[in-house]
């Protein structure tokens, strides 16, 4: 039967549209698909706090930004007025924080921000406000933030005067520590890093502060607009012999002996990983880093991972698809050791 208060007609979602017919000689009524119904109802999406890095609309700097970093570790205050997104983003890229954006991440990265940069081991970002959104200019990464700050506030007076706030996140560990700062120069290319870049700064900010590394890495920006060339064929080859040698290696032979049973199964896997990241498939529907969690890894275990996969790609995959398939290797470290070793509440070390 009917719904005892049916909508209006015209309504979207009225009888007529939710119902697709009645079986014949009977009350028995056929509804849309549930999918049919959803699409019906949706409702449009609310603004996010972050905005792609690319392809969105080119913002000038805001004369009203806030005031310039006046010593080397200090902090200008941030905006407390919310401002809306100024339009749909054309594309996905790496993550803009906004100004009024309750956490503060780049590329995933949480990252604080206080009066001043602690002296101690961490990560830090100079970044450039530019209308509701904080650009980096410049990441690094030291065993005493507040005097790396310092030093290049010295070296650089007239870049760092238009540094509008300086984030900085702990990191004990120095290898973790220069794998997330290269890993987030390779995502925002800041213009005043020159190491590690894969492009050119964004135009907004490179008006602001100039590009350092313009012309210094053309070669990587060609190879990432040229195509790959590798074949199923290839990434068979990649994981096979890249085991062959994991499981010779004294540090990693005890952790694959220990955590794989099915190598068969196994190697199905990782190149069904290596399909899915160069060619594009979807055969992986996976979470590399939760299989990982319990097999008691250490930073060496990494380092000694990365090596034994770099000398395999570059053997065994052409030269741009080996360079693309470490980069992600190198990623997939920096994010894997972040989510295992947690900064110690006391300072002295990475925790298990």
């Known amino acids: 039967p009917p719904p005892k208060n049916p909508p209006p007609e015209g309504d979207p979602t009225s009888l007529g549209a939710r119902v697709r017919g009645v079986v014949p000689g009977t009350s028995i009524q056929i509804k849309a698909p549930w999918f049919a119904r959803m699409q019906l109802q949706k409702k449009p999406r609310e603004s996010a706090d972050v905005i792609p890095f690319a392809r969105r609309q080119r913002p000038s700097h805001s004369a009203e930004k806030d005031p310039p970093m006046s010593s080397a570790a200090s902090l200008a205050p941030a905006a407390e007025s919310p401002a809306a ?21 780049f590329a995933g990265f949480e990252f604080s921000s206080a009066d001043r940069v602690p002296s101690e081991a961490g990560v830090f970002i100079l970044a450039c406000r530019i209308d509701e959104y904080y650009y980096p200019a410049f990441i690094g990464g030291a065993e005493d933030m507040a005097a790396a700050v310092a030093a290049f506030t010295a070296q650089n007076p007239a870049e760092a005067d238009k540094i509008d706030r300086i984030f900085f996140m702990p990191r004990a560990a120095e290898r973790l520590r220069a794998q997330t700062v290269r890993d987030l120069v390779r ?18 900010i490179a008006a602001l502060l100039g590009d350092r590394a313009a012309g210094a890495d053309d070669g990587a920006r060609e ?11 290839d990434l068979e080859k990649l994981v096979k012999e890249f085991y062959a040698s994991a499981s010779a290696d004294p540090l990693l ?8 049973h099915d190598w068969e199964g196994h190697y199905q896997i990782v190149q069904n990983f290596w399909s899915r990241t160069l060619l594009g498939t979807s055969r992986y529907t996976g979470n590399p880093f939760s299989a990982h969690v319990m097999l008691k890894l250490t930073p060496d275990h990494f380092d000694r991972w990365v090596a034994i996969f770099k000398t395999t790609a570059e053997r065994v995959l052409e030269p741009i698809a080996a360079q693309r398939a470490i980069a992600k290797v190198e990623h997939m470290s920096t994010c894997f050791q972040a989510g295992l070793f947690l900064p110690p509440v006391d300072g002295s070390g990475p925790q298990d």
């Not at 995502?187 to 907004?204: C, V």
């Not at 990432?224 to 074949?231: D, G, K, P």
């Not at 032979?253 to 794989?260: E, L, Q, V």
Request: aromatic share 4%; proline share 17%.
């Open 85 to 105: 997104v100024s339009g749909p983003p054309a594309s996905a890229g790496p993550q803009l924080p906004r100004v009024d954006a309750p956490r503060l991440l």
């Open 253 to 260: 032979a005890p952790i694959f002996s220990h955590a794989i």
């Open 223 to 233: 190879q990432l607009a040229v195509e790959i060339h590798v074949t199923e064929a």
């Open 187 to 204: 995502k925002f290319d800041p213009p005043l890093n020159t190491d590690h870049r894969a492009g050119p700064a964004a135009p907004e």
